[in-house]
Structure formats: C-alpha cells, structure tokens
C-alpha cells in the first residue's frame, strides 16, 4: 500500500510539472486564455469601457447681458457617428454655460433625428420642447437659432447649412422673428 501512494504521489509531481514547464513555454498571445496585454489595451474586437471617447468642442451660449453669442470649449463624450455627436452637442447646449455665458435652449430640448446631405445640408429634428418652451423677444429667438447653427458649424465636418425641424415637421419660425423655414448659415447672423 504505501508504494502504491509513492507511485501516485509521483505521478501527481510528474504531471504538474508537465504542466508548468508547459504554461511557462507556451507563447502568450492577445485575446486567449492566459495572455497578457500591455497595460492600457484591450484585447482586439473589445470594446474598453472604462476610457470613453471624448473631444473638445466649441459650444456658443448668450453673453451675460443677453446681447451676443460668446464660445466656451469644453470636452464632451464622443459617441459614435453622426446622430450621437449632434446629439451629444445638443444636450451640451441643453445644459447651459459653465463659465459665464447663459443657456439659450429652453428646458428639455433633445434631438430626435439628425440627417446630412452630400451638399452638407443638415437637419436637424428637435423635441417639441425647443418650439414650445421658448420665451423670449426677438434677439432671444435670433440668439437661440444662431447658437445651435454655430455650434453645428464648428463641430460638424461637412456641415454648411442647417435646416431645423420639430417632431419631423420643418421650423418656420422659433418665436416668430426669426425665419427658419429655409436653410440657415453663418452669413444669416
């Protein structure tokens, strides 16, 4: 009996060192069971969820004295294609200034749909917030239009022209002061 736990014993001492000689040989590649990546780099096809993408963007908000547009840059999250950038941007302008501008879009303002043509129209479809939540005179309303249109403009390639629209419907007018029921542009301001 006790040279049958001898024999087993060493048969046990045998096969892991087998096997560490073995895991200790073998190559260590990206993506299997066992490999290593270099600190800070997922595994190819993966998707590393604890670093988003972010990039500075100009946002243009109304002066203190609610009479001009002033820029502020800040970095926000960068969502994948064009509907999550413009909408990331919208909820931006949405939040209002963190340095001394003031907000120009009404509460609860979102974007719904976005589109860009090849000629860099593009429209942009708001919540019914936008249109029924405004108050304000006529260079609220100019103000308000100018700061999406600018926003757009410097943080969109492509981008020449904005049409907006409210639940699918084109926008004639925010406040009633305002024309937007054609494309708009920086010569427009």
Not at 79 to 105: C, F, N, T
Not at 140 to 148: D, G, I, K, R, W
């Amino acid at each position: 009996m006790h040279w049958r736990r001898l024999l087993v014993g060493g048969v046990v001492i045998a096969v892991l060192a087998w096997a560490a000689g073995y895991l200790e040989r073998r190559p260590e590649t990206p993506g299997t069971a066992g490999g290593l990546l270099p600190a800070g780099q997922a595994e190819p096809g993966v998707a590393d969820s604890t670093q988003g993408e972010f990039r500075p963007v100009r946002l243009y908000f109304a002066s203190t004295g609610g009479d001009k547009l002033v820029s502020e840059t800040r970095e926000v999250s960068s969502p994948a294609g064009l509907h999550g950038q413009v909408e990331s941007l919208v909820r931006e302008l949405a939040l209002g200034a963190r340095h001394g501008g003031m907000r120009l879009l009404p509460p609860g303002t979102a974007l719904r749909h976005v589109y860009l043509d090849q000629r860099g129209l593009m429209t942009v479809d708001l919540t019914p917030a936008f249109r029924d939540r405004f108050q304000g005179g006529s260079t609220a309303e100019y103000l308000t239009v100018a700061s999406l249109v600018y926003t757009l403009l410097d943080n969109e390639p492509g981008v020449q022209r904005v049409r907006l629209a409210c639940e699918g419907e084109p926008l004639s007018t925010l406040g009633g002061h305002f024309a937007c029921d054609r494309p708009v542009d920086r010569s427009d301001f």
